[in-house]
């Protein structure tokens, strides 16, 4: 019994040892990435092409935002008491939605108009962005890159995948956050 007890703790002492890291069974490299970074800096750069030659045909005082699209003011408004939105403010505009040839989309009828609280709902990035820069009252026509605007996936309607886009945006009025 003695030696039966002596062969059990042996085995117990011996099989018990610290787990071992597992080898992964294929190695991933950044291959896929760096083709997607690239396939996407291609066609940044062949929109940005076409971008610009809309807006030496259009000649108009077109100004490129930190954000990546480019911007003029139809109508704007020069009074400093009016603001910019800050987060939370809800912003009441109308806008419609071209493709870069100037086939209209979705018209603002269509659209109707919308109520958004300034970085607490989803919109598309371009937007989101360039409502940040206008005032109660003005007019603004954006000229959205794809990634700016629906990006890979389109709008699963009527905008196809990787499409540029030219955005009119009124913005009726601007509320200020009343939760601060």
Do not use: H
């Not at 002492?13 to 690239?38: H, L, Y």
């Not at 396939?39 to 077109?62: C, F, G, H, P, T």
């Not at 990035?125 to 005032?135: N, P, S």
């Amino acid at each position: 019994m003695n030696k039966l007890l002596t062969i059990a703790l042996v085995f117990l002492v011996f099989s018990c040892k610290t787990p071992e890291a597992r080898r992964p069974v294929t190695v991933k490299t950044g291959s896929f990435i760096d083709a997607s970074v690239e396939r996407n800096k291609k066609l940044y750069a062949k929109e940005k092409v076409a971008i610009e030659n809309l807006m030496n045909q259009e000649k108009k005082d077109y100004l490129a935002s930190e954000s990546g699209f480019w911007y003029y003011y139809n109508n704007k408004i020069d009074i400093d008491s009016l603001k910019t939105p800050d987060f939370g403010d809800i912003i009441n505009y109308n806008y419609n939605v071209k493709s870069l040839n100037g086939i209209m989309i979705y018209s603002s009828e269509a659209i109707t108009t919308q109520t958004y609280t300034m970085d607490k709902q989803e919109l598309f990035t371009g937007l989101r962005e360039g409502l940040k820069l206008m005032k109660s009252g003005e007019i603004v026509t954006f000229l959205f890159p794809s990634q700016k605007a629906y990006g890979y996936y389109g709008d699963e309607n009527k905008i196809g995948r990787n499409v540029p886009l030219i955005c009119e945006v009124t913005v009726n009025s601007i509320t200020p956050n009343q939760t601060d």
